[in-house]
C-alpha cells in the first residue's frame, strides 16, 4: 500500500507529486465497502514534460495478450531508415493549442482470438533513426496504463506497484491530446493516437514497448502535417465490431473516419461546409482515400465521442451543449439534446447501450435515455465541471430483493472540483416531477414549451432544447471523494479498482472492497476473465433482452 | 485593491447616475410642463407617487440593476421579512477549483444569523435566530460578477490575492430567481487581474466584439474576442479565455486571473 500522506510537509512546487497529496484521504467509503488507494502512476518525478499543462491529460487501458508464435515483428536490422513516405517517426510538427478535455476509455474489450502480431507495420518498417534499438525478448503480454502530459504519451505498467512509467514517446513540438486501444487489431496496429496538429497515427502497442527509444516507431500516419484538417484532435475511437476502421474528432466541429487498410493515395479533399450549423456527410472521391468520410457534425468543437458496445450507435458532445447520437453506418441522426446550459465534455454509454452519460459546463451530470430520447435525470453534486462520466460494468446491486424492472446502474464521474463522485440510478425510483403552474411569472411562457418534456413523444431525428431546471428529476451522489488536488480529466472502472485522473497527468487507482492486497499482480487474469464474461453479453441496443448486473 | 477594478466599476456606474439625474433635474425645471421620460416603472407609479420622490430610471438602471430580496426567517416565530435590494453586481466568495455556478449556488443558499448575528425580530420584539436567503428576484440585463479573490487573512495581518481556480462558462443560467424562466446569459467580458499580490499588478481586459445591426442574432461564429493591454489589442481564440480561470495550486507562476465577469442577458427562447 502506497502511504500517500508521508509527506505532508514536503516540497510545495505545484509539479511535486508530494504536494498533489496533501490533505487527501487514501480511502472512501460506499454501502459495499471502502475503496483504498492502491497505487498511483504519473510521469516521472522532476522530469517535467515540455509544454506540461498545455494539454489535458486522458487515460486508455490497453491489454496486450499472449505474442503469437509466429511474431511478426522484424530483428531490429531491418527497421534502419526506411524512406517510407507515410510511415514515420514522431515528426517535427507546427502549432501549441490548448488540449482537449474529452476522455475516451477504450479498454480491451476482445474476444479471444489471439492474433497480436503484425506483419504489416513490420514489413513496411519504421523510421526512427540508427538509435533505435528492440528488445526483442520483451512480448509485451499484459496491461498497460496510456496517458497523455505536455508532449509525451506514456506508457505505464498498469500491474506494477512502480510509480514511473516504463516508456516515454516524445512528440517534439507537437502534443498527443487523445488515444484509444483495440486489442483485437488484426495487424498488430491497435493503438491510435491524436495530435493537437489534427496529425492521426496508428502504432503497435508492442513495438512501442519492443524499443528502448524515445520516439514513436513503426506509425503509420494520417492526416500528415494536418493536410485535411489541420485543428486539433479532440476524441478518437475505434469503431467496435469494424475491425480497422476508426474516427477522429476535431475542434472545428468535423469528425473523419479512417480505415488502416487504405493507404491514402487517392484524392482526399472534401467539399468546402456551407453551413456551418448543418450536420453533413461527405465521402472521398477515391474508394482508396484515407479519411474515407467527413462528418461536419457542430459549430465549435466536438469535445467527445463515444460508441456503443455494439458499433452501431456514436455519440458525440462538443461546445454547442448538444448531445447527438448517430447510427453510425446509416449516417442518421437519432436523437439528442442541449445541455442546461454551457458545453458539453464527456460521455459515455451503458453497457446495454439504453443509457448515455454526458457532464459539462453547468456542474451536472446528465442522464439520455435512449428509449425515451430525453434527459431523463440530471445529478447534482459537483461544484465545478464535470470533466469525465462512466458506467460501472463491474458492478452489481448488492441484494435481489427487487428481482424485476428495477435495474440499477452504477455510474460515476469526475470534475474540475477534484471529486470522484459515484451514483446508482435505478429508474423506478426516479420521480417525474409533477407539471406546475408557473408561480407567479408569466403564464404564457411556461404552459407550453416547459412542461412538454416529460408529455410529448420525441420523434427521432430531432434535437431537445435545454430543458427547464424543474422539469429533470435530480439525483444525489452516493458517494462525493476529493480524489487528487488538481483538476480531475479521466474516469475508468477495471474488475478491482477504479481510476482517476487529473488534468496534470497524475493517475490514482482505487481499489474496490473486498479486493486483497496482493491480487493486483494478479489483475490480468482478472481482466481477461472479465473480458470473456463481457463477450457472451448480448449487449445490443437493438435486443434490449440483456439488463445490466440484474442481481445475482 | 489598490486601483481596485470593482471599486472603479461601482464609482463609475453610481457617478454615471449621479450626472444623469442631474440632468433630468435640470431638464425638468426647464419644463415643467412635461415631465421627463420615465422609463421601468411605469406611468401609474409615476402619477401616484408625483414626480418627486420617484427616483428617475437612468439606463444603467436599466441595463445593470438587478433586485435581490434580503429574505429573513425568524426561527421562533417563523416570521419571514423581506426587503427588496437593488444591486449593480454580485460580489461572490470563491473557492478553490469550484465554478460561477457553484459560487453563485453558495451565494443563494440559505445561511443561519446566531450567535453575534442575530436578527431583531419585530413581532417577538427581541434579537432571534434566523434564517437568511438571497434569491434573485429580478435578474438584471447585464449581470456583472465580481470575484472575491482579496481577502484579509488574520496569520498575515493583511490582505491576500486568492488565485483559486473559478472556472466560468460561456453561457450561464440563474435558476434560482424567483422568475419563471430560468435566465440565460452569454459572457462578452472580463477582467483580468495580473499579479500576484492585491497591492500592485496590472489590470487586461477581454472582450467579445459582435456584429452589431442585422447580424447580431446571428451565428456566433462571428463573433471573437478581443485582448486589451493597455494600448495593445489582440485578437484571440475563444478557447484563450480559460487560460484566466486560476490556479489549481497555490504556487503558480500564473498570475493572471478573471476578476470581474460580464454577462448579457439573451433574448427568452434564442438558441445560442
Ligand atoms: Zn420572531
Known sequence: ?552 | MHQDAHEFLNYLLNELVDILEKESQAAKSDHETSPPEKIANGPKIALANGAQKEPLVTWVHKNFQGILPNETRCVRCETVTARDETFFDLSLDIEQNSSITSCLKNFSSTETLNAEDKLFCDKCCSLQEAQKRMKIKKPPHILVIHLKRCKYTEQLGRYKKLSYRVVFPLVLKLSNTVEDADAEYSLFSVVVHVGSGPNHGHYVSLVKSHNHGHYVSLVKSHNHWLFFDDENVEMIDESAVQTFFGSAQEYSSNTDHGYILFYERLAAGSTS
Open chain 1, 1 to 552: 500500500m502506497i502511504n500517500n500522506n508521508n509527506n505532508i510537509n514536503g516540497s510545495m512546487s505545484p509539479s511535486s507529486t508530494n504536494a498533489q497529496s496533501q490533505g487527501l484521504k487514501t480511502y472512501f467509503k460506499t454501502p459495499e465497502g471502502r475503496y483504498k488507494l492502491h497505487c498511483e502512476k504519473t510521469h516521472p518525478a522532476g522530469l517535467l514534460p515540455f509544454a506540461h499543462g498545455k494539454s489535458i491529460t486522458q487515460i486508455t487501458l490497453a491489454h496486450l495478450k499472449d505474442k503469437p508464435a509466429q511474431a511478426a515483428l522484424p530483428p531490429s536490422s531491418s527497421y534502419s531508415a526506411s524512406s517510407g513516405v507515410r510511415f514515420v517517426a514522431a515528426k517535427i510538427l507546427g502549432g501549441g493549442g490548448n488540449g482537449g478535455r474529452a476522455l475516451s476509455f477504450v479498454g480491451g474489450n476482445g474476444t479471444s482470438k489471439a492474433n497480436g502480431g503484425t506483419s504489416r507495420s513490420g514489413s513496411l518498417g519504421g523510421l526512427n533513426g540508427s538509435n533505435s534499438m528492440v528488445n526483442s525478448n520483451f512480448d509485451g503480454k499484459g496491461t498497460y496504463l496510456i496517458f497523455n502530459v505536455g508532449d509525451t504519451l506514456y506508457i505505464s505498467d498498469f500491474n506494477s506497484q512502480d510509480k514511473d512509467p516504463i516508456k516515454s514517446i516524445h512528440f517534439s513540438i507537437s502534443n498527443p491530446i487523445c488515444h484509444a486501444f483495440d486489442s483485437e487489431a488484426k495487424d498488430g496496429h491497435d493503438l491510435l493516437i491524436g495530435l493537437n496538429t489534427g496529425d492521426v497515427y496508428s502504432v503497435s502497442l508492442r513495438q512501442q514497448l519492443q524499443d528502448v527509444g524515445k520516439k514513436l516507431v513503426g506509425a503509420h500516419h494520417y492526416n500528415k502535417d494536418g493536410s485535411i484538417n489541420n485543428s486539433r484532435c479532440t476524441s478518437i475511437s475505434w469503431i467496435p465490431e469494424h475491425d480497422g476502421a476508426f474516427v477522429v474528432a476535431h475542434a472545428d466541429g468535423n469528425l473523419y473516419g479512417y480505415e488502416k487498410c487504405k493507404d491514402g493515395t487517392g484524392d482526399s479533399s472534401f467539399p468546402v461546409i456551407k453551413d456551418q450549423t448543418q450536420f453533413t456527410v461527405a465521402h472521398a472521391k477515391s474508394s482508396k482515400s484515407n479519411p474515407t468520410a467527413r462528418w461536419h457534425i457542430c459549430q465549435g468543437s466536438i469535445n467527445s465521442i463515444a460508441f456503443s458496445t455494439d458499433g452501431k450507435y456514436l455519440a458525440t458532445v462538443g461546445r454547442d451543449g448538444y448531445l447527438r447520437v448517430f447510427d453510425y453506418s446509416n449516417e442518421q441522426l437519432i436523437c439528442g439534446g442541449k445541455s442546461y446550459y454551457g458545453a458539453l465534455l464527456c460521455c459515455a454509454w451503458s453497457a446495454d447501450g439504453k443509457y448515455i452519460l454526458t457532464g459539462g459546463e453547468d456542474d451536472l451530470v446528465q442522464v439520455w435515455s435512449m428509449e425515451d430520447r430525453k434527459v431523463v435525470a440530471w445529478g447534482e453534486g459537483h461544484n465545478s465541471w464535470v470533466s469525465g462520466v462512466a458506467f460501472d460494468p463491474y458492478w452489481s446491486p448488492p441484494s435481489s430483493e427487487d428481482v424485476g424492472e428495477n435495474v440499477v446502474y452504477r455510474f460515476g464521474s469526475v470534475g474540475q472540483d477534484t471529486q470522484l463522485l459515484l451514483w446508482d440510478l435505478a429508474m423506478d425510483e426516479i420521480v417525474v416531477p409533477l407539471r406546475r403552474c408557473p408561480p407567479g411569472g408569466s403564464p404564457t411562457f411556461s404552459n407550453g414549451s416547459q412542461s412538454a418534456h416529460w408529455d410529448s413523444v420525441i420523434p427521432v431525428g430531432t434535437l431537445q432544447p435545454a430543458p427547464s431546471m424543474r422539469d429533470v428529476p435530480k439525483l444525489s451522489p452516493l458517494v462525493a471523494h476529493r480524489v487528487h488536488s488538481e483538476p480531475l480529466s479521466g474516469l475508468s472502472f477495471t474488475q478491482e479498482s477504479v481510476l482517476t485522473a487529473c488534468q496534470e497527468g497524475h493517475v490514482k487507482f482505487w481499489m474496490r472492497p473486498g479486493q486483497s492486497e496482493s491480487q493486483p499482480s494478479n489483475s490480468d487474469a482478472l481482466l481477461s476473465s472479465s473480458l470473456k464474461e463481457k463477450t457472451l453479453l448480448p449487449g445490443r441496443v437493438g435486443g434490449s433482452s440483456y439488463k445490466l448486473s440484474n442481481s445475482s
